[in-house]
């Protein structure tokens, strides 16, 4: 008798000491809405802007994509972080002020198209990613004292803006100098307005999904965007605000969980999944991610990017290539896999919509345990107090 008082009375208060430093940690474990089936979704950014090469790559990705589908018959989808501008480099040089270009079907005609059918046969959805790749003031004052921004701007608008330093290819902050200085919000709220304005004339619908680039905006991008009709924004699991002086993003908030709400309503998604082929991403180590994801609930967001499936045929057939094996694997091993877009997610998620997520059941608590024993400290300090016993029992008893 005695022994269960003492053994209740230190479950109690270590409980009580666990629940003080994770606190936030464990709502948050909770309050992330747990999927009941594998969700898969490849996030693929920076299209648009730059070489015409694209529109050959987005015909290939799209006959790729549509060879597969779930048992829902949805075919599975990349999402286009499209990019809708470039400086005009001969106008900007020649009179010393901004001149973007825009995208359009003068000079992009292909690439829409294919972009455009795509989007009909269920395979493409696309997201902003921004007016342009980085902050034009920002890109103009770099270009005064640094040679390689000076010589990209003479290739711009055909060249890459992946090939700009990485502090300068952000765009919600001013990377001339480092650590970068905040913007203007007046600046910020018209800019943002102004590229989901362009977006709506460009596909003739306004943006849902923002992707800010290099992950770095502000509460400001977040309002204007918000107030401007996107509905969800993409993030790697945290917000960046800043550069710091060696030019790493930094000033990064707290972790965002999946179907979080931001600003006005804003819906986040994570996406921290990373399929760079060009980089020896493997469809192996793809899997691996979406079993992972699948076993915590949470859907599986692929980060990749344009780059690689551009360039040398050995680079781009290595790409798809390692795609189509991570889609029939993927297929094959998750009968009940589903392939969404990031909007449709962002709106399950957002209306805790019952017919795709865990509410109310042993697996949501099942679930739960299991993202905890995912947060290192807790996890720790539940191996030290003993916590672990009792936490692995109710896991096993919700399995
Ligand atoms: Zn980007």
Known sequence: MMLLMILLGWFAITGVLLVFYAWRGIVAAWREPVLSRPVLIIESDDWGAG???QAAAI???SRLLEKFADRD???PVMTLGMVLAAADGEKTLSSGDYHRQEISTRTHGPLLEAIKSGVEAGVFSIQLHGMEHYWPPA???????????MDWLGGAPQLPAEELPSPLQSRWVDASILPSRRLNANAVQQAAQEEVNTFQQIFGTVPRVAVPPTFIWTEDVENAWAGAGVAAVVTSGSRFETRDESGRPAGQGRAIYNGQFGENNIVYLVRDEYFEPSLGHTAIQALGGLSAKTRL????LYETH???????????????????RLLSMAVKQYPDLAFLSS?????ILKTRDPAWLDLWSRRRVHVWISRLGELPRLRKLGWLTGW????????RLTR
């Open 297 to 300: 609930g949470r859907p599986t």
């Open 139 to 149: 890109l103009l004052l770099a270009s005064k004292t640094d040679k390689a921004v």
């Open 343 to 347: 909007i449709k997610l962002a709106t």
């Open 51 to 53: 070489p015409v090469e």
């Open 59 to 61: 015909r290939q990705i």
């Open 73 to 75: 018959r949805r075919r």
């Open 306 to 324: 344009r780059f690689n499936f551009l360039g040398s045929e050995a680079k781009k057939n290595k790409t798809l290539e390692e795609l189509e």
């Open 388 to 395: 672990i016993v009792p936490a692995g029992l109710l896991w």
